[in-house]
Nanobody, 121 residues
């Protein structure tokens, strides 16, 4: 199995910053695209940003210029630096990894348990 554990969420004032981390562990053969998604109450889960193993990134329009995704392949960890936070960024943030397990020829999507980010004054 592949486990993803997020950390770094919390309460922050508008205009503030937070950094989320997601560490992957388990029987990992390879980690391909890793990404961050979020889900606000009453809304569908949406892509925030993702990054390939080679470092190519993709962002939702709503976070471009404010959020930065990065990864440390040696640590199997992906990060999301969130600056200039707004109230509308409030959501549960989930990490996702497209990964191949040791002993398997297939790849699957794995999800973390989520971490709450609340932006409020």
């Amino acid at each position: 199995q592949v486990q993803l554990v997020e950390s770094g969420g919390g309460l922050v004032r508008p205009g503030g910053s937070l950094r989320l981390s997601c560490a992957a562990s388990g029987s990992i053969f390879s980690l391909n695209v890793m990404g961050w998604y979020r889900q606000a109450p009453g809304k569908q889960r949406e892509l925030v940003a993702d990054i390939t193993s080679g470092g190519s990134t993709n962002y939702a329009d709503s976070v471009k210029g404010r959020f930065t995704i990065s990864r440390d392949n040696a640590k199997n960890t992906v990060y999301l630096q969130m600056n200039s936070l707004k109230a509308e960024d409030t959501a549960v943030y989930y990490c996702k990894a497209h990964a191949r397990r040791i002993g398997s020829s297939r790849t699957y999507d794995y999800w973390g348990q989520g971490t709450q980010v609340t932006v409020s004054s």
